[in-house]
């Protein structure tokens, strides 16, 4: 098992910024970040594999970063311009492998407890 430990989030104004970190407890190949807004599903933010390639949603482009740093099993996300809509609780995942559709939850063996993102108008 591998434990996903995530921290940052909070409330911001919307065109704000905030950063999510993920501590992992081990290695792994494919990260990403996932996030889920009350009665709705959860969908997929960013991602990133071993090769550093990312992919992201077409709602979050050019608005989120997506990095690791492999020498401390840490996943980051950094948002900007944040708008109401964005707000959501936000996951962590990983996964040991590569994933076919790296926005796809189904991918994913790990995931961290969700950080609270809220957006204000």
């Known amino acids: 098992q591998v434990q996903l430990v995530e921290s940052g989030g909070g409330a911001v104004q919307t065109g704000g910024s905030l950063r999510l970190s993920c501590v992992g407890s081990a290695y792994t190949a494919t990260m990403a970040w996932f996030r889920q807004a009350l009665g709705k599903e959860r969908e997929g933010v960013a991602a990133?594999?071993?090769?550093?390639?990312?992919t992201f949603a077409d709602s979050m482009k050019g608005r989120v970063t997506i990095f690791r740093d492999n020498t401390k099993n840490t996943l980051y996300l950094q948002m900007n311009s944040l708008k109401p809509e964005d707000t959501a609780i936000y996951y962590c995942?990983?996964?040991?492998?590569?994933?076919?559709?790296?926005?796809?939850?189904?991918?994913?063996?790990?995931w961290g407890q969700g950080k609270q993102v809220t957006v204000s108008s």
């Open positions: 990133i594999d071993p090769n550093l390639h990312t």
């Open positions: 995942a990983a996964s040991r492998g590569f994933s076919r559709d790296p926005l796809r939850a189904e991918g994913y063996n790990f």
